[in-house]
């Protein structure tokens, strides 16, 4: 199945590439290989957005926290971290449509992140929530980027976790998104290619390589598999070919960057402290900070690093 991931740039062939590519992949492919959605879906208290592309869950009193998860996650990743939360805070667990359960959207464009960042917007305002603070995992940090970019009289702050305001970097420092369109629609028609009876199997093994965590990974394989093909596949495309760091200097809000790093994965911690710190170096005043020993899903590896993260960038 190696064959169906997006290849890496050719200048990306060494061995130095090749660990970036491992990344890179460890990410794509907890993307790639997902069931149609299953009907069912936990229910919500509350319903939002007119095309109903988000649901809301909400917890606690006080300040306003809303919670973004990623591409074919619940927004249970945050479970840990709310418990904490919700004491001093109120949060507003985001479900994007079409992962883990949650119903499918059709849209014109195949878009699932900037639909997702309108949808939030029009939440926060409808809601009158004041200068809230936002954290998104993986697409969610992307998401959470367009928001702050694209509404940035709507947002307090920002915590981007384990992304990059450009996807593809991961593969090449040099790519473009012109460039990495046609790997972006292979990679697509193969993930939507992928025979549904061994998905499970995938996904297992995807999962392998975003947590290390044993314990959490039965929950984020069944969540990836309760998610619609179609818009996973989407979705992984729509953030392969989106570059927002042209946006980023419309950013107001403070952002803060955490970021997972882990000697599994072969690459020296100096270079991906390097990818993220130019990935960044037009967001002025962002902060970027390396949570050891963890996988993609910080918040699971390492809750304890990543809750006193949140917590100091908060209360600042």
Known sequence: ????????????????????????????????????????????????????????????????????????????????LAKQLSETHRLHLVQIAGFAGQPAITDQNNLVAAPAAEAINDYIQRQQLTAPVIIGHSLGGEVALMIAARHPE??????????????????????????VKPRADAFHAAMMAAPDNQAEAMQSAAIARLVKDETARPALIRAGLQSDKQTVADATRELMTTDLRPELHQITAPVAVVYAWDSLYGIPAVNTDATYRNAYALLPGVKLRRIDNSFHFVMLDQPEQFAHAVNEFIGQ
């Not at 970036?20 to 299953?38: E, N, S």
């Not at 920002?158 to 305001?165: G, I």
């Open 154 to 179: 709507h947002v307090g702050r920002v915590m981007v976790v384990d992304a990059l305001p450009f996807y593809s970097l991961l593969f090449s420092p040099d790519a473009t998104v012109e460039a």
């Open 1 to 80: 199945m190696v064959n169906d991931y997006p290849q890496p740039h050719t200048a990306y062939t060494s061995s130095t590439g090749k660990q970036r590519f491992f990344k890179a992949c460890a990410v794509a492919v907890a993307l790639a290989f997902t069931c149609p959605t299953l009907s069912l879906a936990e229910p919500v208290s509350q319903q939002t957005a007119a095309d109903k592309r988000i649901s809301v869950t909400i917890e606690g009193q006080g300040p306003d926290i809303i919670l973004i998860p990623g591409v074919a996650s619940s927004r249970d990743v945050w479970s840990g």
